[in-house]
Nanobody, 122 residues
């Protein structure tokens, strides 16, 4: 059974930093990579970052230069380092990973973590 567990959320003042982690069990990020999403109150869930199985990262424009995704293959954990946080970064952050159909990655059918709250105050 696949389980994704996020940690590292919390409350911080604007300009501060947080590092989120997502550890997988029953799943290897080396298979299909993974995603970081966030959902702010009253808003739709937003893709923040992705990291491919090969380690290539991408980011939504609003976090480029501030957030860095990385993968620790040794313990099957991915991280999201968030620097220069802004109040608009306040949201519940989720990690998600593509499900597998045999050797094929299903990017439209994701496993989800439970989410971790990030609150940034001014």
């Amino acid at each position: 059974q696949v389980q994704l567990v996020e940690s590292g959320g919390g409350s911080v003042q604007a300009g501060g930093s947080l590092k989120l982690s997502c550890t997988a069990s029953g799943y290897s990020f080396r298979s299909c990579g993974m995603y970081w999403y966030r959902q702010a109150p009253g808003k739709e869930r937003e893709l923040v970052s992705s990291i491919s199985a090969g380690g290539t990262t991408s980011y939504v424009d609003s976090v480029k230069g501030r957030f860095t995704a990385s993968q620790d293959k040794a313990d099957n954990t991915v991280h999201l380092q968030m620097n220069s946080l802004k109040t608009e970064d306040t949201a519940v952050y989720y990690c998600a990973a593509p499900s597998l159909n045999g050797p094929f990655c299903r990017h439209s059918n994701l496993y989800w973590g439970q989410g971790t709250q990030v609150s940034v105050s001014s």
